[in-house]
């Protein structure tokens, strides 16, 4: 089937050839700092052949409550017109960490499918107990957790949080510890673009880098993804 649909545009084109077609759980759309409203954040994705995509704008107590309505909606929206599937989701983002148990719960409530807690990256000034109380709370992922020490890492696993390995400048240049010790201790890791801007969207190609550039095997992006569709199937949207 895959073949007759792509026998009518070009081989050499054709999304859904190749290895599974891919997802990316963290983008942003102007609902917080990214550049594109959701609908054509999505067709932009659906146009390069995406399985699923979860839009996680940035959120606070302030924002929560008319950021996740929209969201929610536009995303339901969506899932009734176009192939690829849509997530509504936040990251709680630099939210005190004694916060965050009560807006991952709020979140969910307004009907955030996928809650990511923006993790103590290098890049900013996280404030520190950040991993552990998103972790704690049971987010689904903990995006870019920076220098996240062991300890937190074995919590993640019996927890069942995912850890992120990001495409997204400044907030890559931990990748290789968070491989490493995930790589140790068991936990489970997904890759994802923290995408504001086409320009942030990943090719296969680049998906692929990335993940080896994290020191991880050769072959890893598509265990990455086989994670990705794990998560995504546990918060019900079985793939
Ligand atoms: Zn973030
Ligand atoms: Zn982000």
Redesign the pocket.
Known sequence: MVFLLCAFVSLSLCPFLGSERMIDL?THSLFSDGALIPSELIRRFEAMGYLAVAITD?VDSSNLDHVVPSIVRVAEELNHAQSVKVIPGV?L?HVPPVFIPSLVRRAREMGARLV?V??E?IAEPVAPGTNRAGIEAGADVI??PGLIRPEEVKLAVSKGVFLEISARKG?SLTNGHVAKLATEVGARLVLNS?SHGPGDFMTEAFAAKVTQGAGLPLDSYQQLLSNSRLLLSGIGFPL
Do not use: Y
């Open positions: 963290h940035h990251e983002t990511v923006h993790g990256t995006a870019h907030h923290d």
